[in-house]
């Protein structure tokens, strides 16, 4: 994964929690997925990627930050029982996915519907094959990351995004 | 004003019904999907849809061709993540009025639901 395809993810990550959140998020240095996290990631926003690209997203967080994040998001404070907590994760990183695979010019790319993960330290595993980088971030609310696993699909292979 | 909402995530229907509220409109009808869509809309008959792309069931674009096989001539805005210039000509193409990419400021969505009544009521 070249820094261009990085810098699309944390773009689309600014640009949806200071839209629609009136969130702004500060990012850190994008590692290799297999770097210890900084926090316990207790909740998941999972969206796979397919077309020219596969791959997938993980939005993740501390129980905490998805709390105050969502409560910013649609002005409650949502029950983590409740499932509009995971619908709420489930649109943050639809969004996030859906406005970084607008960047990547040249290429078609469709995102799946959503897959939110709850459960007190658990990890999301990406597909081994692909290339995996964790982009964290930091915000009011707290720390939480973007991973993001890619790579070209064969039939994409010498395509070269324009 | 008659709006449907159709959207698969309640939390970005809330969002909307609440924006629309800010503005006045409050008869509003929800949809969870384009399935959901049609068994609702007949019945409803609004003068205006907010239609998400990517569903489950029947995605947006599948909604929206159904709805206007059928006669349906009501102003449509697909609101969505889809963003590059070949869906949005798609969309257009199926009958969609006017486009919306998530993620949205609240004004620019009511800039697109004037915007897209102008038109209709100029035609």
Request: with cysteine; net charge neutral; charged share 20%.
């Amino acid at each position: 994964m070249d820094a261009r395809s990085i810098s699309h993810f944390i773009a689309s990550t600014h640009q949806v929690f200071e839209t629609m959140l009136s969130l702004p998020v500060t990012p850190g240095k994008p590692s290799a997925c297999c770097t210890v996290p900084s926090f316990q990631s207790d909740v998941s926003g999972v969206i796979g990627m397919t077309g020219d690209v596969l791959g997938m997203v993980v939005l993740s967080f501390p129980l905490s930050t998805a709390r105050g994040v969502l409560k910013a998001f649609t002005g409650t404070d949502i029950d983590p029982n409740s499932p509009d907590f995971s619908d709420a994760v489930g649109e943050l990183v639809n969004m996030i996915s859906g406005a970084a695979k607008a960047r990547f010019e040249g290429l078609s790319v469709s995102i799946s519907c959503p897959s939110v993960i709850i459960g007190p330290g658990h990890r999301v595993q990406q597909v081994s094959d692909a290339t995996c980088i964790v982009i964290p971030f930091e915000c009011s609310a707290g720390k939480f990351a973007v991973e993001v696993a890619m790579r070209k699909a064969e039939r994409a292979v010498g395509t070269k995004a324009a | 004003m008659k709006v449907m909402l159709i959207d698969d995530s309640k939390t970005m229907r809330n969002i909307q019904r609440n924006i629309l509220a800010q503005a006045g409109h409050t008869d509003i009808e929800e949809a969870c999907d384009g399935q959901d869509a049609l068994s609702k809309v007949s019945a409803f008959a609004p003068e205006l849809l907010l239609v998400d792309w990517n569903m489950p069931n029947m995605d947006g674009l599948s909604f929206v061709k159904a709805y206007r096989a059928a006669g349906g001539k009501s102003s449509i805005i697909m609101v969505t993540t889809e963003a590059e210039k070949t869906r949005v000509i798609e969309a257009i193409r199926a009958g969609v009025n006017n486009y919306l990419v998530k993620p949205f400021a609240p004004d620019l969505l009511l800039t697109r639901i004037q915007e897209t009544l102008a038109r209709a009521k100029a035609a």
